[in-house]
C-alpha cells in the first residue's frame, strides 16, 4: 500500500505526481488544470469570504468523511450569509504515513460533495508533515470559499433578527457530532453524520421571495451555542419549545448514556432560521420540500427583553418549566469538524 | 505564563475571548470584527484566488516568522498572476501547549505584514489539535488570497514566455531556506529570512506599462526548481549564467559546508521575471528602486529549442561549460513554509 512521504511535500516532482494523480484526477477543471499559484476567475460587485480548518478524527466516519466535510462547512457559512457559494480552495496538511488509498477515497468525497454542491475547486495547495507517532497518519484541510452576493439580496446579520420572528431548524440535532463520538468512544449505534450542504433549502427560500431575517449552520456548540449568540448579537430573548426541538430517539438515547446535552452537539448539515411569523409555515414547506430538510420543524420564537432582563436563550420545558441555556463552557466536546 | 488548551477550540466562550483577546486585537477592521461565518466584501469583475498551508518550524526565525510568512506567501502568490492582492482569509490549527504570548507575537506580526502590502484579513477560523509530544505546541496557518486583476492586464502565465525574454531575479537566492536550516541545526549564522511581500516592485513594474511576459515568485524548489517548471510549461529553453546570479557570501557558504546548491534552495520574498530584450534594462532599474529589490540581476535569457532538443533548463557555468539543470527530486530540504 503506497503512502505519503516527506518527498510528496517537496514541491519537487513528487509533489506534482500526487497533484496529478490524486487532486488533478478527482477535482481537475479548467482553472485548476492550469496548476497556477493562483487561479483568475470571474468576479462579481459583491463577495462573500470564508475560511474553515477541519482537524476531525476519524478523518473517515459513518455517513461522511473529512472531504465532504469541508465542502459542506464552507459552502454553509456562505449560504447564511445570503450568497451564492462560488468557488473554494482547499490547502491540504497531509501526516507522513497517510495511506494514498484514503486520501483518494477523502478527495473523490470532495469532488462528489462540491458537484452537489455547484461550487468549483479553483485553487490548492499540499503540505506534508512529520508523523508524530500515530499508527497511520491523519490530515487536516483548510478550505476557504468565495461566493457572490445574489442581487437586492440584502446579506443576513444578527441585527436582522426582530421581535415576533419565529425559529426553525432544519431537521434534528446532533447526529454528526454523536456519529464522531460513537467512533472515538468505539461504541456500537446506528447514528450516522448529517454532513450535507444546505444548497437546496437556502436557494428555494430566497427564490420564494421570503424575507429570512437571519440564518447559520448549527455546527460547533450545537443549537444552543448558535443561538446564544444570536440573542447576544441581536439583543433579543430567544424562547424555544423543548418538545418541538427534533432530536432522533437513537441521539437522545447515545447522549443520555454519556450526560451530553444534544442541544449542544454539533451538526454539520443544518440550520436555524429566523422568518417573519406570517411565513414561517410557507418556510417550513419549503424547507421540508427539500434534501435533508424532511425533519424542520418551528422550534420557537423571538421576543424584546422585559425591563432589566438581558437578552438570553430560554427553554420552556415539556414540563412547564422554563431554564436559561447558557453559552458552552470548557472544552464542551471532542473536536467534530 | 499562558497557554493553549483544547477549550479555547471549543467553539464556545474560551474561543471568544482569545479571538478578542489576541485575533480582534491586531487583525480586527470593520468586516472582521461583525464575527460572522463569512464576510461581505466589494468584489470586482475579474478575481485571482490562491491558498497556501505554511507548517514552517521553527515558526520563530531569524528575519521572521510564520505569521509574516504566510502573509507574504499569499500576497506574492496573487501579484505574481498580475493582479492586485485585496482579501486574505486565516485559518489558525493551533496545537495545545501553544504559548498565548508567542502566538500574539505572530498575529502582531501577520498584522503588520498584512497593512505593509495592503491587504485586508477578511474571515479567519481557530481549531485546537492534541499536543502530540512537543515540548511547547506549534501551529499552523492556512492563508487564502483574494486579489482584483488589473483592468488591460492579461493573467501572466507561462505561455507568455517568448523566444528573446531576459529573465531578472529580484535579489539574492536561498536566505529563508539558509535561515531556517541554520535554526534546525542550531548552527550559528548571520543569515535571516528574506520573507517580504514583492506588492512594490510589481506595482511599480505594471504602472510604468513594462510588458512583464512572467513571472513567479521563487519559494519551495528555489529558482532551479520554479525554471525547470516554467520551462517545461511554456517549450522554451532558457539559460542562466552562473556568475550573474545572486547569492550572498554567507548562504554561499552555508549552503557549501552543507553540499546544498543555492539554485535548489528556496526563498520568501524573491520573485523571477521574463521582459522583452528591449525593457530588461529598465525593469532591472525600477526593481532596484524598490524595498526588497537592491540586489535584482539580469541573470539569463530565453530561447527555442533546437532541432531534436527539449524545452530544458541550462546553466553556463563561470569556467565556460554548461549543465542541465533539473527538476528537484525527493525530499530536497526539511519544510521551509
Do not use: W
Not at 213 to 236: C, F, I, Q, Y
Not at 250 to 271: C, W
Request: proline fraction near 4%.
Amino acid at each position: 500500500m503506497e503512502r505519503i512521504t516527506m518527498a510528496h511535500g517537496s514541491g519537487g516532482e513528487e509533489t506534482s505526481r500526487l497533484i496529478e494523480a490524486v487532486f488533478a484526477k478527482y477535482l481537475g477543471n479548467s482553472y485548476l488544470s492550469q496548476m497556477e499559484d493562483s487561479t483568475v476567475v470571474p468576479g462579481s460587485s459583491e463577495l462573500a469570504v470564508t475560511t474553515d480548518s477541519f482537524v476531525v478524527t476519524p478523518y473517515i466516519y459513518p455517513g461522511g468523511d473529512i472531504g465532504r466535510l469541508c465542502v459542506c462547512g464552507t459552502v454553509n457559512d456562505l449560504l447564511m450569509s445570503g450568497a451564492v457559494p462560488q468557488y473554494l480552495t482547499c490547502g491540504f496538511i497531509l501526516e507522513e504515513g497517510l495511506p494514498l488509498e484514503k486520501l483518494e477515497q477523502i478527495v473523490r468525497s470532495m469532488a462528489d460533495t462540491a458537484e452537489e454542491a455547484g461550487v468549483l475547486v479553483a485553487a490548492g495547495d499540499t503540505k506534508v508533515i512529520e508523523n508524530r507517532g500515530d499508527a497511520e497518519g491523519g490530515l487536516m484541510i483548510n478550505t476557504a470559499g468565495v461566493g457572490f452576493m445574489r442581487a437586492g439580496v440584502q446579506r443576513l446579520l444578527p441585527s436582522g433578527i426582530q421581535a415576533g420572528d419565529q425559529v426553525l431548524v432544519s431537521g434534528r440535532l446532533g447526529d454528526h457530532h454523536a456519529a464522531i463520538l460513537g467512533c472515538r468512544l468505539q461504541m456500537a449505534h446506528s447514528i450516522r453524520s448529517d454532513n450535507a450542504p444546505l444548497s437546496e433549502m437556502a436557494e428555494a427560500l430566497f427564490d420564494r421571495g421570503l424575507h429570512v431575517h437571519e440564518m447559520r449552520d448549527v455546527t460547533r456548540g450545537g443549537l444552543a451555542g448558535v443561538l446564544n449568540e444570536l440573542a447576544g448579537a441581536s439583543g433579543k430573548v430567544i424562547g424555544l419549545e423543548e418538545q418541538d426541538i427534533p432530536v432522533s430517539p437513537e441521539v437522545t438515547s447515545f447522549a443520555g448514556i454519556l450526560g451530553l446535552d444534544p442541544l449542544y452537539m454539533g451538526n454539520e448539515g443544518k440550520m436555524v432560521l429566523f422568518v417573519p411569523k406570517k411565513e414561517a409555515q410557507e418556510a417550513l414547506e419549503i424547507i421540508r420540500a427539500c434534501r435533508y430538510g424532511e425533519e424542520a420543524a418551528l422550534i420557537g420564537s423571538v421576543r424584546e427583553p422585559e425591563a432589566g432582563e438581558s437578552p438570553i436563550l430560554l427553554l420552556h420545558t415539556g414540563i412547564g418549566g422554563t431554564r436559561i441555556l447558557g453559552p458552552l463552557y470548557g472544552e464542551g466536546l471532542p473536536r467534530i469538524c
